[in-house]
């Protein structure tokens, strides 16, 4: 079974995939391993990204796209 959510991290305004993930929980957690930046999650059910950004301090927030 394909994991439904696909992460991605946004450098020189291009993605790049970081993995994929069962959960919202565990894509965030990848999202915070992979430290400061700015993020996106994909749904491969209903095709919605979500973005994120992740502080220097380590802290993950939900932007607006």
Request: net charge negative; proline share 3%.
């Amino acid at each position: 079974m394909v994991a439904p959510l696909d992460v991605f991290a946004v450098n020189n305004s291009e993605p790049n995939w970081l993995g994929c993930a069962e959960t919202l929980a565990l894509a965030i957690e990848l999202i915070r391993e992979a430290g400061f930046g700015t993020y996106f999650v994909f749904s491969q059910k209903t095709g919605h990204k979500n973005f994120y950004e992740v502080s220097a301090e380590g802290i993950v927030s939900q932007v607006s796209s």
